[in-house]
């Protein structure tokens, strides 16, 4: 199956699964531990320390809100609800940009200085035509008097490129210099520098390849870099999303002394020679899970539930190490 006919295959699916409206506690798996809304896709997680609150932000629905960003908030990291979205309407420059945008996606969340910068993905199913763009505020706390997301414009665009600019993640090197991974099936995962506190690309950047499965239709996107006792963790999805129980999803992980790599798996295989060590897959009713975030040592990702008969929903693992590599516990 070619690239487009593959995605496009999914277009419906996803579309049926945002219009579902939040689940209550009675609907919810009883191994989850999670109530309220946590219908999200594409979480990006800020854990809460003592006494704040917790967010996710995920990606948006196409009936609510233009489709922007969506935000969730609890005050335990169990107990969910809706708190609204980024803004009522999408900036009027990503219909020009992107022609047909309806949900924005894929989120990513970073503080830098005070500033929060929030990152995500415009685009359609099936084509390349995409763009990264950037919000910042001051506060992730609605209720805060200066609580503002300003628009910031482009951070990438691969009208015409050889990779995909969705699934934006950040990370910063020993060195406090930001780095953006990105990128969806085409020519594989992609990184390339930032500079604070702009957050958009330094001067002369340019992206380069950081894994590829080296096979059509190149299944791979949404990474994650995390920094971890002097190491860089790439995390990313692979296969098939958006498919309700027939969804392929899985998270699997490589590792580089070098943000910018080269990364392996626990095998050593490049994962520029398609390498990745499995992290999480489907496990009974959790179908698919992906499109993973981590924030204080809290794994995020999405799943299709078969309790909730394939609608997808929100997952939350701890993350424990072994041996230098990352494994997943159920609280």
Wanted: glycine letters at 12%; charged letters at 20%; a negative charge.
């Amino acid at each position: 199956m070619g690239l487009a006919a593959a995605l496009a295959a999914v277009v419906l699916v996803l579309s049926a699964c945002a219009a579902v409206p939040g689940a209550t506690a009675e609907q919810e798996p009883a191994e989850a531990g999670l109530s309220g809304d946590i219908f999200t896709h594409d979480p990006a997680l800020v854990k809460g320390g003592d006494g704040e609150s917790w967010f996710i932000y995920s990606t948006g629905n196409g009936q609510v809100a233009d489709g922007n960003i969506q935000i969730r908030r609890s005050t335990d990291g169990r107990n969910w609800e809706h708190a609204g979205e980024v803004w009522q309407q999408k900036p009027a420059w990503l219909a020009a940009a992107v022609p047909g945008v309806d949900n924005l996606w894929a989120p990513e969340l970073y503080q830098h200085n005070g500033t929060w910068y929030l990152y995500y993905s415009a685009s359609t199913f099936g084509k390349n035509l995409s763009v990264i763009a950037l919000a910042t505020n001051t506060t992730l706390d609605p209720q805060d008097p200066g609580y503002e997301w300003v628009d910031r414009g482009q951070v990438m665009s691969s009208k015409g490129e050889r990779f995909n600019a969705i699934d934006p993640g950040i990370a910063e090197d020993a060195d406090g210099t930001p780095w953006m991974s990105f990128g969806s099936f085409w020519t594989g995962l992609q990184l390339v520098e930032l500079e604070w506190p702009s957050g958009l690309p330094a001067a002369g950047a340019e992206p380069v390849t950081i894994a590829d499965r080296k096979a059509p239709p190149n299944a791979i996107e949404a990474p994650y870099i995390l920094p971890h006792d002097g190491a860089f963790y790439l995390f990313f999805s692979r296969d098939f999303c958006c498919q309700g129980l027939e969804s392929t999803y899985n998270i699997a992980v490589g590792k580089s002394d070098s943000i910018n790599g080269p990364y392996v798996d626990a095998e050593g295989k490049a994962l520029l020679d398609g390498g990745g060590t499995p992290l999480l897959g489907t496990d009974g009713g959790r179908v698919g899970p992906g499109g993973q975030s981590v924030s204080g040592g809290t794994l995020a990702f999405h799943y299709y539930a078969e309790e909730l008969d394939g609608a997808f929903r929100l997952g939350l693992a701890e993350l424990e190490w072994k041996d230098g590599w990352p494994t997943v516990r159920w609280d």
